[in-house]
Every structure is written in C-alpha cells, then in structure tokens.
C-alpha cells in the first residue's frame, strides 16, 4: 500500500515538473514568435533630418486617451469573465497578450505562476492588473535641484530619432510653466539642423538656449551653457547630446565626456535621462544597454507610448533595466509629456471603461 502511495507521488511530481518545463518552453517559442512577426528591423538611422514641429496642441492629454493601441491588446483580459482558479485555456490567453505587448518572456511567466497559485478571486483583469503593478514599484521621483547653489543639469541621451529634442522641448514648458528658468544647451553638433530644432523650442517655451556651429565641440557647448545659466541665476540647463548609433564607441566616449564637463563646477548632473522610443520595442531594451555604463542614467523617458501595441514595454524596461521610467511620451505636441504613474498607465490598459 506504501509503496503505492509512494510512486503516485512521484508520478504527480514528475507530471507537474514536465508540464511547467513544456510551458515555460512555449513561453519563450511564442514571444520569438511573436517578435519575429511584429518587430521591424531598425534602421542603422532612425532619422536623418528631423522636422522641427514645435507645437500642435495645447491641451494636456489624458493618457487613457492616448493609448488606445497599448489598450486594445488586452482586449481579451478585460472581457475574460472567469473568476477564481483559471484553467489552462484563460491562462493561455493571458500569457499571449502579454507577450504581445511586449511585457517580456520572464515578466509574463512570474504573473502566470502567480496566477496558477491565487487564481483571480476578482476576475483575470483585476489580477493582471496587481501583478503589473507590483513590477512597477520603482521610486520615480525626479531631482530639480543641485547641491551648493550649483546649477542642475538634466542630461539627454538616445539613439536618432528616439525623440531626445522634442522630450526636452515638452520639458521645458513644464519647468517654465511651475516657474523655473532654463537653459538649452544645444549639445548635438552633429548636424545643424539639430541646434535649429531646439532653438525653435526654446522659443516656443521662452526658455533660453547656448548653441554653435555644426561640428563644434558638445562639451564646450554644455560649457557655456552652464556659464550662461550660472551668470543669469538660472535653475535647470537641460542638454540635448547627438543620437548617431550607439555602437560608434565615439559617441559614448562623446557622452563621458559631455557628462563630466556637465558635472563640472558650476554644474552638477541631478537626472540624466535615457530617452527611448516605445514601438522598436524589446530592441529599445537591446539600445539602452549599450548606453547604460557610459552615461550613469537615472531614470527613462519612453516616448511615442501613442500609437504603439507594444505597452508592456514599460514593465520590460524597469525590470530588465532597474532604471525608473520617469516620464512617457503620448504624441509630438507640447504638452504631450506626461509624468509616468503605474496605476494611472495600468489602469487605461486594464479598466473596463475608460
Ligand atoms: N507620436 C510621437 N512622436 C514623437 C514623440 N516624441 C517624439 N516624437 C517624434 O519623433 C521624431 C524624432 O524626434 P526628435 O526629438 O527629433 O528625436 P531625437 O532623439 O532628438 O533625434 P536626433 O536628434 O536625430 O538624435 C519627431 O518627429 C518627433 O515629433 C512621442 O511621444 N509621440
Ligand atoms: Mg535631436
């Protein structure tokens, strides 16, 4: 009878075993799957020349009303009626949502195993829902202020295109509309076109701007800029930096050493923002390695969150990462920034009605 007893045991064991490995095998084939088909190969350059369009709404953006794409993925989690233990077809569905959305292969297996073990006692949204919020527990506040009366800087960088000058255009308005004085320091030399573009910011949010000549030397630039901001008593310099791809070993060495100049008296680097563009996806993830170790960033700005399928992104990045997402960008107009909140952005993808 023991010995019975004994091999159903081991017999339920190895069941359970060879199922968890089959499904955590699948996880890993359909988000290969599904990457190959909706990823598309990224340019060597994202952007050549970029129009400047500094200002296309006023209005500040609800950003429920912006992610109508990153929403209608999960469609299917929010019309999922089932309530407690869920069986193996309702968590089928959830994993490939979530693997749709980019959410990431090991995200999606953490929140199914946690799914397997609770169920969902107030029905699968409201439990996706806490299991997204409890990855994105980061502290994400932002620093405004440097030490010792020095001038803060908040340094951008990012490959081309990624949407760094229009970010600190959108930021700009922000900090002279609570009343702070600001700098642009137009640090991607380049191409002229960029110092062009940030100078058309600077006028369309009053904020001053320090730039030069196509091919000048960014540190001399960053330089000046914070001479001007200290001579004026300004509060913020915010530091545009060239985006040419990131494996140009030039280029990080670039942004080093715009990082130490930056940093110099009488500045001081209080945020340096990695600026990445939410519809490349898992290879926005592959970017920022590459720029992690050189530029110390502090938090990432993920833009064109509008009209992207791939929400989950946010999730991916903070864990992958470790680095807070900061602030998210829902469109090209001025105020099209929005200061990140997980429940807020959980929400709009997850609540029935919005
Ligand atoms: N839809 C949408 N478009 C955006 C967003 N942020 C930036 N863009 C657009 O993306 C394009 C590139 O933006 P830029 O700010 O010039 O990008 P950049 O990183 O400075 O590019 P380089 O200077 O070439 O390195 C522009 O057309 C922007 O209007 C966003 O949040 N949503
Ligand atoms: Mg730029």
Do not use: Y
């Not at 980019?102 to 699968?124: F, K, M, Q, S």
Request: charged residues 25%.
């Amino acid at each position: 009878m023991i010995v019975v007893v004994i091999i159903a045991a081991v017999l339920v064991v190895l069941a359970a075993t060879a199922m968890v490995v089959r499904h955590r095998r699948r996880a890993v084939a359909l988000a290969n799957a599904l990457a190959t088909a909706a990823r598309p190969a990224m340019p060597a350059v994202l952007v050549d020349e970029v129009a400047a369009r500094p200002t296309i709404s006023d209005e500040a953006p609800a950003i429920g009303q912006r992610l109508a794409s990153a929403r209608g993925v999960f469609d299917r989690v929010r019309s999922m009626t089932s309530v407690g233990t869920l069986g193996d077809d309702q968590l089928d569905v959830v994993e490939e949502v979530l693997l749709r959305s980019d959410v990431g292969v090991a995200t999606t297996n953490e929140i199914l195993d946690e799914l397997r073990a609770n169920g969902a006692p107030d029905g699968v949204a409201t439990a996706v829902r806490d299991a997204l919020l409890d990855s994105l527990s980061a502290d994400r506040s932002v620093e405004r202020h440097a030490q010792g009366g020095r001038v803060a800087v908040w340094l951008f960088v990012g490959v081309n295109g990624v949407g760094k000058t229009t970010t600190i255009g959108k930021l700009a308005q922000r900090l002279v509309d609570q009343g702070c004085s600001v700098v642009l320091a137009a640090g991607d030399t380049f191409r002229a076109a960029a110092a062009e573009q940030l100078d058309q910011w600077a006028q369309r949010t009053g904020a001053d701007i320090v730039r030069a000549g196509e091919g000048a030397d960014p540190g001399s630039v960053v330089h000046d800029a914070l001479g001007r901001a200290a001579a004026r008593g300004a509060d913020i310099v915010l530091a545009d930096t060239a985006g040419r791809r990131s494996n140009s070993t030039n280029l990080l060495d670039e942004l080093s050493k715009v990082r130490r100049v930056a940093d110099r008296e009488p500045g001081q680097v209080v945020e340096t923002f990695m600026v990445l563009d939410a519809t490349t996806g898992q290879n926005a993830l592959s970017q920022a390695r590459e720029f992690l170790a050189a530029a110390s960033v502090t938090g990432i700005v993920l833009t064109k969150l509008d009209g992207t399928a791939r929400g989950g992104i946010v999730v991916a990045i903070e864990r992958e990462l470790g680095i807070p997402v900061k602030f998210v960008g829902v469109g090209e107009g001025v105020h099209d920034l929005i200061v990140f909140e997980p429940e807020e952005f959980v929400d709009s993808l997850l609540r029935a009605s919005q």
